[in-house]
């Protein structure tokens, strides 16, 4: 199956620092990867669309200042989480689709826990 | 109201018993439906598709009703690798792939 990685896989660092998230897809090329985050005992909130080229699609009440979305080529996309503050702790998990079959066969990396301290 | 809305769980289960998982969906024009299972600290991993016509996949079984927006999976027999939190997720039509998930339900299974 397809594999989709994440860098890093656990990252902590200090209020008002940024965190680069890096999303890969290894054996395939992806126009679309989505950004989600996951609180404890709660599910995947989506964060942003991210299309190859293109600026992102984010959801309501996420700030597009704050999470900023690269999707420079057709296997990677990057989130920054910009000026972290202890509330951005979480766990963020990217997925990927593959060309032609947006909203089928999504993959997702192993995702990333960020602690803000 | 939730979009997608799960049975709260958790759920604890002996061995090798039948439990069943429930769901509801809010957005009548949602095209695709799948089942997730994701383990503690992991990324989710796509259990099974849900067809229309209902479908199978060894031990377990997924239903879709779309004029009742109702969505289950039936584990048969579980086992205690079947420990996790199971996710149901919804695929509106229109809006480009993006995936909807359910809160989740945990399941433990017991020996």
């Known amino acids: 199956g397809a594999v989709v990685s994440q860098h890093p896989s656990r990252v902590i660092c200090k209020s008002g620092t940024s965190v680069k998230i890096e999303c890969r897809s290894l054996?395939?090329?992806?126009?679309?990867m989505f950004w989600y985050r996951q609180f404890p005992k709660q599910s995947l909130m989506l964060m942003a669309t991210?299309?190859?080229?293109?600026?992102?699609?984010?959801e309501q009440g996420v700030e597009k200042d704050k999470f900023l979305i690269n999707h420079a080529s057709l296997t990677l996309s990057t989130l920054t989480v910009t000026s972290a503050h202890p509330e951005d702790s979480s766990f963020y998990i990217c997925?990927?689709?593959?060309?032609?079959?947006?909203?089928?066969?999504?993959?997702f990396g192993p995702g990333t826990r960020l602690t803000v301290t | 109201r939730k979009e997608v809305e799960q049975d709260p769980g958790p759920f604890n289960v002996p061995e090798g018993a039948t439990v069943a998982f429930n769901c509801t969906y809010s957005?009548?024009?949602?095209?695709?439906f799948f089942w997730y299972r994701q383990d503690c600290r992991k990324e989710p991993k796509l259990l099974m598709s849900?067809?229309?016509s209902g479908n199978e996949d060894g031990r377990f079984t997924a239903q879709l009703n779309r004029a009742s927006q109702y969505i289950s999976l039936l584990i048969r027999d579980s086992k205690l690798s079947d420990s996790a939190t199971y996710l149901c997720?919804?695929?509106?039509?229109?809006?480009?792939?993006?995936?909807?998930f359910g809160q989740g339900t945990e399941l433990s299974v017991k020996p």
């Open positions: 054996d395939f090329q992806a126009t679309t």
């Open positions: 849900v067809y229309s």
């Open positions: 997720v919804v695929v509106p039509w229109n809006q480009g792939g993006k995936l909807i």
């Open positions: 991210s299309n190859e080229g293109s600026k992102a699609t984010y």
């Open positions: 957005n009548s024009a949602s095209q695709s």
């Open positions: 997925s990927a689709a593959l060309v032609g079959q947006v909203g089928y066969e999504q993959y």
